[in-house]
């Protein structure tokens, strides 16, 4: 359930008179991001409870698609309480539901300890930030079990917004409304009284916002920008183009642009950055490949952003990428060429840009062998060559005016690269020719028999995912969802 009923007017200077809940956050409205963040617990049906402008958040909460019913609550300015208990009539029969305050944001899988609590429980924030704290609804835990909840408790963890509940909420709502208290808070501790509701702390690398203020609105979104990095990033993406790019995706996320727009305008930059190579232009050609590089992140930080990945958009994005690889090799060859024509340069660039991304797909499968599990820390050699460190070595020496070094150091990379993944490759054959004559085992003497282990470690099965960083052997999609969670966001 999402409680998207009220409205905040302390943000009024930004919602210029609608509800909060249609506010955006990263080009999402915040009640959708409630209904996304809901389904990526595993909830599949949610009730989603609205009062002030109950059309436009209604909507707003169906832009997520699925089972989404929407629920008006008459009595909403009571409280938030009162938001709750128009939503029982919708919820009779359910064993337990999860509940979201629609104005606070979560990063993805941050409720899925809460969804797996098994009982009544809440998600707390043990060490808030003192402007959380101060604004939060404090939480007193004795063993684990939330005794009570409340604005002047001297506790130093807050409840998140988000609840694990049963139907006998609504029992105690009635109880605490009678007293003259209709506020959530009031329901859940009434509750606590007779049913144990346990704390169940929040992820170490998760994290939440509370949307009351502008202040609140900014650190959200600074958090939502940190989150869209990826533990496989290199050195380069990390400090240098994440920076940029990440910055890039946040600016245009309202206009909600379908990310393979980025992924084929990214590749126009590649290919103008080509082409400016094999015509000698040492700056604009090295800026160009830069650029392309930078650029590149903007489509899966958009996909991740908004909920919008796809094997198809990843896919898209991988051939490309692989397609502005092969086109820039080709103009750092014309360049070193004696004048070659227009015409020669076309066809060249052309044929590249046409043959690679089949050869690529050909070899696609076959290459897996040499990918980084994504359970381990990736190799000095293999993170000297990835493909951020190429393309900025490639671009620097270009703007330099170093085809020739530019050229022989990129490839030099790529291989550096490619050595530093053999070990994987060689363990995976070996796992994989143990396995072939594993029967045999019966013919040897039984001290040299060793069980094999139950099952073998995901991560070193070809196949599985993996941190495919590694250019034409297949680099991380960027439009893979992972990452989200990967990098906690400073709080400031």
Not at 41 to 61: C, F, K, M, N, S
Not at 166 to 179: H, I, M, T, W
Not at 244 to 262: G, H
Request: charged fraction near 20%.
């Amino acid at each position: 359930m999402v409680l998207a009923a009220g409205r905040s007017e302390r943000l009024s200077r930004l919602t210029s008179g609608r509800s909060k809940a249609v506010l955006p956050l990263g080009g999402v409205p915040l009640v959708e991001r409630a209904v996304r963040t809901l389904r990526d617990a595993g909830v599949e049906r949610i009730v989603v409870v609205v009062g002030y402008q109950a059309g436009e958040v209604g909507t707003a909460a169906r832009l997520a698609g699925g089972d989404v019913e929407v629920v008006r609550a008459e009595g909403w300015e009571a409280g938030n309480g009162a938001s709750l208990a128009a939503a029982e009539p919708h919820l009779r029969g359910e064993r337990a539901f999860l509940l979201l305050c629609g104005d606070h944001a979560f990063s993805t899988r941050a409720l899925v300890p809460l969804a797996e609590a098994g009982g009544p429980a809440a998600l707390i924030d043990e060490s808030p930030d003192p402007e959380a704290w101060g604004e939060g609804t404090r939480v007193s835990v004795e063993e684990g079990r939330i005794t009570a909840f409340g604005k002047s408790l001297p506790d130093p963890a807050i409840d998140c917004g988000a609840f694990l509940l049963d139907n006998r909420v609504f029992d105690a709502y009635r109880r605490s409304s009678a007293a003259g208290d209709h506020s959530l808070a009031a329901a859940v501790t009434t509750m606590g009284r007779s049913v144990p509701i346990h704390a169940v702390r929040l992820p170490s690398e998760g994290w939440w916002q509370d949307i009351d203020t502008p202040d609140d609105l900014r650190l959200a979104k600074h958090r939502v920008r940190h989150s869209l990095a990826k533990r496989s990033d290199g050195p380069v993406s990390r400090w240098l183009n994440r920076p940029i790019s990440t910055r890039i995706t946040m600016a245009i996320s309202a206009a909600r642009i379908p990310p393979a727009v980025f992924s084929i305008f990214t590749a126009l930059v590649g290919l103008w950055a080509a082409w400016s190579l094999s015509a000698s232009r040492a700056v604009v050609g090295g800026v160009f490949v830069q650029a392309a590089s930078m650029l590149d992140g903007v489509d899966g930080e958009t996909a991740r952003l908004q909920w919008r990945t796809s094997k198809r958009g990843a896919l898209l994005d991988d051939l490309l990428d692989r397609m502005v690889d092969a086109a820039i090799v080709a103009g750092l060859g014309l360049w070193l060429w004696d004048d070659p024509s227009r015409l020669f340069r076309t066809l060249i660039i052309g044929a590249t840009v046409l043959a690679w991304p089949l050869v690529h797909l050909a070899v696609r499968k076959p290459f897996q062998v040499f990918e980084v599990p994504p359970s381990g820390r990736r190799p000095l050699l293999v993170v000297l060559g990835s493909r951020d460190i190429r393309l900025l070595i490639v671009a620097g020496l270009s703007v330099a005016d170093q085809p020739w070094i530019a050229l022989g150091a990129g490839t030099a990379a790529y291989a550096i690269s490619i050595l530093g993944r053999v070990p994987f490759a060689l363990a995976r054959a070996g796992r994989g020719v143990a396995r072939r004559f594993r029967p045999l085992r019966v013919f040897l003497p039984a001290f040299l028999r060793r069980n094999p282990p139950s099952a073998p470690a995901p991560p070193d099965q070809v196949g599985q995912p993996a941190h495919r960083d590694l250019g034409e052997v297949g680099e991380e999609p960027e439009h893979d969802h992972r990452g989200d969670d990967l990098w906690p966001a400073p709080p400031g």
